[in-house]
């Protein structure tokens, strides 16, 4: 997983992170929204909000799909305790946090980059995808309606706001979430690390930040 999908996805929607998360039999001792400890400058991208810091564990809240792209990091995937970070001694078992963009190639050594520290692909995703390879997905093209209609295009029927939420239903259920928590998720205006919020007509309340729907 990319820093970038992590701050995507992390909080937004406002749902908790599911434990166990999928594909896990039994719960899991997660420690919920590390605020983590400092990495020397130099290697990441200062505009990410959360470059230079290393986290172990899992937000609380998170876009429930997240954990079906990505899985936790496992002893299976190569995590283990007592890793050895910047003169901190780690867990990196049960990790779901990414690997920054635009690393230096000095820095791709670093145990805090290492690829089996970080959530990697989900299994549905890695090997034998349930879904099989499907090239347009029919919650894309919800999205794709719910562009045109904001742009006034004609799209036989419908608005931005519901096709925008129909591709929302249609990727949940596609991706095996609980369908109790959809309304919730697609009403909610609780925001990822970017600002970025789910209900399609909010106005985001961090600063600096534009709503996607905004006519420029």
Known sequence: MSRSMENLLTGLGGQAFP?????????????YDDPGFALPDGDENTLDPNANKFKIGVPSKVDPRGPVYY???????GAA????????????????????????????????YNVFNTARLGKDFASNPTHGYEVLTYHEVCFLLAEAAQRNYAVGGGTAQSWYEAGIAASMKWNGVDPAIIANYTASVAENTYGTSVALQTTPVSPGWVSRWTTP
């Open 19 to 31: 434990n166990p998360p999928p594909g896990i039999d039994s719960t899991l001792a997660y420690t």
């Open 71 to 77: 899985n936790v990091t496992s002893t299976t995937s």
């Open 81 to 112: 305790s007592g890793i050895k970070i910047q003169g901190n001694t780690v867990d990196t078992r049960f990790r779901w946090h990414g690997v920054p963009a635009g690393l230096a190639q000095s820095a791709g050594a670093k145990p805090q």
